[in-house]
């Protein structure tokens, strides 16, 4: 296994090297297969926790959802390979300045986008989300073209080995880069003047604008964020599973179920649901067919759904169209 690594790619798991390949599954335990699952499934969902999280940071301010939220992901996996890669800047250094640019675009399709529009509906912002995204994925596929791009790990290739199953160093980073995103936000939410406001446009943006929070910049900074964690999950994820112009469409189809089965608006149900798909995904393909994989996460998110409409931890209470 030293030589071979493994990925996931278009939503299919499995690895690629030379004949270190050939460990089969049916040569190590069930227990240890069952590890070898949830430690995949852990680190799938936890991308796909960093864009419900996106998805939930917008749609607390806006009640939109942002359709390019997927292609935020898409352009940084794409400009890390090109700094890192192409241009060869070290990694500390290439990480921030993608997710500064990207951070960029995040701003300009929101000035370009949103701001234009004439007191927009929620229908209305999400039919711009949708055209920034197809124009976004058109610009990706002119200057990258269509051909998937890897991306140096990290901390290495070689695997470390874990009660019978094998953990890739990369998948750590995956999820400890989670772990950061939660503490940040958590506190930048509750110790910050700007994340106490973005909360107080959550709740009444009619409120927060008549004790003097500027609503339309509070829009402005909820899609720069929402860029700038979607940048990094794209940056993380890459060294596992390749990266290409079109992969942010199933990337937000993926980070909106899982925002849906925690409750769209809960950034703890954005974070349980992503983690709870992927498991999902992972374990159905080990242990049925790769082919399913997507049916059982469908089931659970509809079986969900029947059970609790507003999702696992989300708010039951249905609030009012907003405009801005």
Not at 131 to 136: D, E, Q, V
Request: proline share 4%; charged share 10%.
């Amino acid at each position: 296994m030293a030589n071979c690594r493994t990925y996931w790619h278009n939503g299919r798991t499995g690895t690629t090297g030379i004949t270190g390949l050939t460990k089969n599954m049916e040569e190590i335990s069930f227990s240890s297969q069952l590890l070898q699952y949830a430690i995949t499934g852990v680190t799938i969902g936890s991308i796909y926790a960093m864009v419900a999280i996106g998805f939930n940071i917008i749609y607390n301010v806006t009640e939109a959802i942002n359709f390019a939220q997927g292609e935020f992901v898409m352009l940084g996996g794409l400009v890390m390979v090109f700094l890192r890669v192409a241009v060869n800047i070290p990694v500390i250094f290439s990480l921030p300045l993608t997710i500064m640019l990207v951070t960029m675009v995040g701003i300009l399709l929101d000035r370009l986008a949103i701001k234009p529009l004439s007191k927009p509906s929620v229908l209305a912002m999400v039919i711009a989300t949708i055209g920034a995204s197809f124009f976004i994925r058109g610009a990706a596929m002119m200057l990258w073209g269509k051909n998937p791009f890897d991306l140096p790990p990290f901390s290495g290739r070689n695997p470390i080995s874990f009660l019978g199953a094998v953990v890739q160093p990369q998948g750590l980073w995956v999820v400890g880069f989670l772990l950061v995103v939660v503490v940040v936000l958590t506190l930048f939410f509750d110790r910050t003047i700007l994340g106490k406001a973005l909360r107080a446009c959550a709740v009444n943006p009619s409120a927060s604008s008549l004790v003097g929070i500027n609503v339309k910049h509070m829009v402005l900074v909820s899609f720069a964020l929402s860029a700038a964690i979607g940048a990094l999950g794209g940056i993380v994820i890459t060294p596992i599973s390749l990266m290409e112009y079109d992969r942010g469409a199933m990337l937000a189809v993926k980070g909106f179920s899982a925002c849906v089965l925690g409750g769209i608006g809960s950034f703890p149900g954005a974070v349980t649901g992503g983690l709870l798909i992927g498991l999902i995904e992972s374990l159905g393909a080990g242990l049925v067919s790769s082919g399913y994989k997507d049916v059982f996460a469908l089931l659970l998110l509809l079986f969900v759904l029947f059970v609790r409409p507003s999702g696992l931890l989300g708010n039951a209470e249905v609030s009012k169209i907003r405009k801005f």
